[in-house]
């Protein structure tokens, strides 16, 4: 008799702390959300800020800014981007981050494109970053950086607003304005015609094509991409390219055979460069 006193005391007990226990549960769930997005906001912004570090150092040594105040310049405008990119990353979506590296027969070339959206908002972030360099340095024209960062708004279903500002080891610095469409289904689809705003206004135009299947198996890798600027003030060709990349994809690593076919200047100088492409996409 009295266990069965006891024991119905304690089944209220438990009926009546329930309520609690299911708070305490939904509050650690919570919590624990919380830092795995915290986890992965971290690490989005310590990618992104030692890469536009990186680029920054690249850009500076391209440029041999060897004057104090051009060098102070560089440095307040590599604090002012690294402080909107921890408001922005600490705020946005995670999505994923592509790197990926050329090995070719002329020299190495690498992309990383950082796309972030803010949750329940209309801005974003949209980074395109190149690099290239010659194996020995000896020609130092296959030296290269070129970085784009844009702040955009969305205004009809991918159709954006963008401004920013673009790096360049060979214009240096310059404000751009523009628009961006960009479709990710099956395929990701991606538009972003720009003005460069500089002494000498160019109008830039980059499209990027990509398919890459979200599936766990082994499936084909695709992407093409070109750019085109042409400066209004001369009406001449300023700088172009086309990419290429076909290979084998799998949990976000690809890996395959690629080509870069650049030009440069009104005369249309051109440099090929072909071989094995690694690429992989970040969280």
Known sequence: ??????NTWAFAEMKTNAPVLNKQQEGIKKFTST???????????TSFTNYLIYNLLC????????????????????HILLCMGFALTCTAQVKPTPVEFLFGNKRIQGQTIVTKTFPQSR????????????YTNKDKTNNEVVSNVQLNYDVFKGLKVVSGASFNSSKGFSPIVGLQYQY????????????????????????LI???P?????TIYTRLQGMYVQNLATDTHERSFIVGRLGLFYKGFAVGVGFNQDYYGTLKAAKTNA?????????
């Open 184 to 207: 990710a289904k099956k395929v990701l689809f991606i538009i972003n015609p720009t003005f460069d705003l500089n002494t000498q206004i160019s109008f830039k135009t980059f499209v």
């Open 35 to 45: 830092m795995q997005g915290f986890t992965a906001t971290f690490s989005a912004f």
């Open 214 to 218: 979200k599936k766990d198996k082994v």
């Open 123 to 134: 801005f974003g972030l949209f980074s395109l970053t190149t690099l290239a360099g010659d």
């Open 59 to 78: 850009l500076s040594y391209q440029l041999e800014l060897t004057n104090m105040d051009n060098l102070k310049h560089v440095l307040a405008l590599s």
């Open 1 to 6: 008799m009295l266990a069965d006193s006891a």
């Open 275 to 283: 071989g094995l492409f690694l690429h992989y996409k970040f969280m």
């Open 210 to 212: 990509e398919y890459a």
